[in-house]
């Protein structure tokens, strides 16, 4: 069937979509999510149809395209296309098996994850996929098909050295730069560590957006495998590259109900690490008040679903529970805290005592897992402080700072924002809780993590004895309007109680 | 927050959407499907955030809005509006709720269907709660819950007069205009018909299709009362008033999966007679190939659901099963369907046999069922027939049709399509099979509904024997394009199987 073009002068950036008229619509026998095949000439393109109920939008005879179906079949306003039903992607047959309660063998989650990744799905469809996943659940094999999946609809990154380690934080601690300690320690020690890491999703910084501050952390492929071949590893931004890339699609229509089924979330970050070919790791479940997982009963039924499942992958997976009910380090935004990290690596007096002991515990937790010798694995504590106290980590450091186009190597070069704010305590007492949502918010609308400078600078932490007009905390801000509105919420939120 | 509107000179026709910068969203810690309280002086609208990731839509410091928007807080390209974050719609809890498998209490599903029908959900949003009744089921007092929700979020239509008779079909079937037979039927009897019908959906025609042709079907709730008052009954397009609206929004995201969960469907259907103040109802499952419902198992089932659910509701429901493996009827398409009506209320020579004794035995069964003495329930039948042999029924059609502000009153009047094509057997042989599907399919193609004239008219039924070269359809249409679709699509389908 023949129609003219209608440029609707929209992007999606997913899916591809084609509006007919709803005449036109019923006429063809065709519904909402159909898949019609446009064609122009040698060029085609499959969308996904929307109808338009009026003729204001698409008139009878016409096609609406989108921006990305105009670029693939080569059209323009009014030029005539050829448009066919095509055939509904395989996966949503198998999306509806899920949610009839069946099980999905490996090819169908495969077939479902790449579908998702190559842009196939609209969000409806894979909205089903989650509530199917949620509600039916994921078994062990399923979880393991779907962390498969994850990896092989991406890149996957081969370098050299083994063990090949990697790290991972469930997150929802405020600070928390511990990757930025343990990774140098680590290849100090001889282990190799190709870290990729987010940026921020939720909080006022990412481990790459605090890396960031320091050097390049947007590589591709090669440039990584050169690092790592180099230096032993790297610190460098997961999404610059196409690791695993189906999770930021299938986060998207998680997040309207905070929908995350335990195997989907266990998918995600073991694909990540998959995808950089990690043998042995480390997960770090923070438990606490505003952290992600708030109950000791889920982090341990979490913990022991990791080790399943890693080792169905061939994967070595050690699982601890910290502390996760207040923030870690001083810093809460990039420049903030990558000066923590540098204060640890350099043995500085201001260095947080908190990121350095868990950094430490954490270095300890692998070397004692993995050992590479034996004398290290009994003493795993002492030896990863030799490696830090010895200046060895802080080398490691600055070669990979180096090594990815380094901006700053040393702490003084920080730039905190222009103006900042002091926070005084109100009265005289004890600080009973600092809460890691409400600081998080400050920091943010303060300016994290787009200005690098701003954030939140802690004087104090939980147990410490405060004066009336002390300081409690500092905000920074890059101008006047943010500080302004980083007041404003700081009437709203009680992120810390002295008592 | 303040920010500068910039016009997306989009409509969705639903929900309300508003778009930020990326940027400026994690700035405020928002994400995609938080929803925003806008101001502008003293106009307000809360609208669902989504998020641009390119400065090209929205630039940082700007909030894209949509017609709608726009037009709610009488906004334009440029002004300053303020932005805080509102809460989110108290049933996105209930949906995780369910999700979760929890059950629904009157309460939640009221409070669910009232967003749905006031557009506060997003489309993913509604999909949850349509995954999760598939997924976890409704349960009886979840259904009638429902349906009650479904009902008292829309106008009730109260006219006078009991019982008040209503009669549904699950459908499926092309042509089956019962309808328009039974309905005059019933009225001369003495029931209360206040009927109202749907337009085509997926069908070359629906009853209000049909009945457009003989007179107005799109009336107020006031007009509809007048009508009944004084003829006992109507026959109007439900869709033009606002009885039971959730369920159109919610068959949008059912589609693209076919997901209908039995609680959904029921609580649809029941809630539609629900808004009219049906007390009794017949409902018509047709089983057969290419009918909804495939299975007399799965007939079966609904059956019992229906009784229970009604009981409940406190509606008498009786449910018959018919076969549904052909059309009923020889037109196909509104005004070769409204010609067969007509030829049966007038006791022509021409009229279709089937569609006569399929109108006759639904008659006689409410009759039957909800007597109105008992004369009339013993011989339901013969009564039914009496009033339609003795042209009872057809002087109620003709009152309606006036009331209903008059197009066409006699047979000889309805125009059928200015061109025509007859499709004739290539060989000799019995009539085996006649396939709803591709038949409806042709008629949609030649331009039913849209076209009131176009369809397709039988020549013979299943089980006829046919000569070489015989007529066994003709295919009616109102232009050349139009008719060469047909004969297009003709020949990709094996609607009629001749042995």
Known sequence: MKFKVTDLDISTGGTLVAVLNHKDATMLDLHTGDRLHITRGRKSAVAVLDIAESSKAVKPGRIGLMEEVIRKVGAKNSCVVNVNLDKKPKSIALIRKKLEGKTLSDDDLFTIIEDIVKNKLTSVEITYFVAAGFTRGFNLVETVSLTKAMINTGDVLKVGGYPIVDKHCIGGVAGNRTTMVVVPILIAAGYCVPKTSSRSITSPAGTSDTMEVLCDVELDVKSIKKVVDKVGGCMVWGGAVNLAPADDKIITVEHPLSVDAEGQLLASILAKKGS??????LVDIPVGRGAKVSSMMK???????????GKKLGMKIRVIITDGSEPIGNGIGPSLEARDVLWVLSNDSNAPKDLRRKSLM????????YPLSDWKSKHGYRYAKSILDSGKAMEVMQSIIKKQGARITSVDKIKLGKISFDVKSAGKGKIVRIDNKSI????????????KGAGIYLHHHVGDQVDKGDTIFTIYAENKQKMSYAKEFMKQYDGIVIR
């Open 276 to 281: 950089v070919s990690a043998t042995h790791i």
């Open 299 to 309: 982090a341990r039924r979490l913990k022991g679903l990791f080790i399943k499942v």
């Open 362 to 369: 954490m270095a300890a937790e692998i070397m004692r897992a």
């Open 440 to 451: 998080s918010r400050i920091a943010k609308v303060a300016g994290a993590p787009f200005d």
